[in-house]
């Protein structure tokens, strides 16, 4: 386990299984996992479908609760306050983007953004994430006027304008072309690098791993390399 110095780490994961029952059989989604984040860390997880990456994640933001073992969020254990300290945990402390935009179609993109800010104590105003992510000149849009690259963009900025110290990104160029994936990476790199939230990145892509300042790989459950990249790479240098 990567371990950090005082307050620099934000997130503890130790010994963290997960199994689930499909049909009669019993699927075991990790086994063990122990992990460790540190402040303002911009981390990739590889791994092939059915490596655990999803439930890691969905684990860490509070969607999912491990069968043994801990997540400790700022020293805490975030499942031990039950579903009310969850539920605040998310609202307060998690940013989730994912592969679909999950936009509500009958609102604005600034509006989208706004159901969001409503919930937190000191939101970033919603006009201010949108024109963090580039999308300015096109927060009155409706989802059906945006790209698709346009709409991953706001729901970028519905999950910052929280302000949140985490932000868990699950595949999110799955639906992407490559430019436009490109684009959206560059995004993220921005956010991580501007508002300084640990910022979590799974991918079943090994190219999008060189924007990272750490990487690791998950194999049925295991977490198999934890590796920190020697230098970055800028999104718009990745190819793949």
């Not at 780490?9 to 063990?32: D, F, N, Q």
């Not at 110290?165 to 160029?173: K, R, S």
């Not at 508002?195 to 295991?222: C, F, K, P, Q, Y």
Request: net charge neutral.
């Amino acid at each position: 386990m990567v371990a950090f110095a005082g307050d620099r780490s934000v997130l503890r994961i130790e010994k963290v299984s997960k199994s689930y029952l499909m049909g009669e059989v019993t699927v075991t989604a990790l086994r063990g996992v122990s992990l460790e984040f540190g402040s303002g860390e911009l981390v990739v997880l590889l791994g092939a479908s059915g490596s655990g990456k999803s439930t890691l994640l969905n684990i860490v933001g509070g969607l999912d609760s491990p069968d043994s073992g801990t997540v400790s969020f700022r020293g805490r254990d975030i499942n031990a306050a039950g579903e009310a300290g969850l539920t605040d945990y998310r609202r307060r402390s998690i940013g989730f983007v994912f592969q679909f935009y999950n936009l509500i179609s009958s609102l604005s993109a600034l509006e989208n953004v706004q159901l969001v800010t409503e919930l937190v104590k000191n939101p970033m105003p919603p006009a201010e994430a949108l024109k963090l992510v580039g999308l300015g000149d096109r927060m009155n849009h409706f989802p059906a006027q945006l790209s698709g690259g346009e709409q991953q963009r706001v729901a970028i900025a519905r999950a910052v304008a929280k302000r949140p110290e985490l932000l868990l990104c699950d595949e999110p160029t799955g639906a992407l072309d490559y430019s436009t994936g490109k684009l959206v990476l560059e995004v993220i790199d921005k956010v991580n690098r501007e508002l300084g939230a640990t910022t979590l990145v799974i991918t079943h892509n090994v190219s999008i791993s060189g924007m990272a300042d750490r990487v690791i790989t998950l194999r049925s459950g295991e977490v198999v390399e934890d590796r920190r990249n020697t230098s970055k790479a800028s999104p718009s240098e990745l190819s793949w």
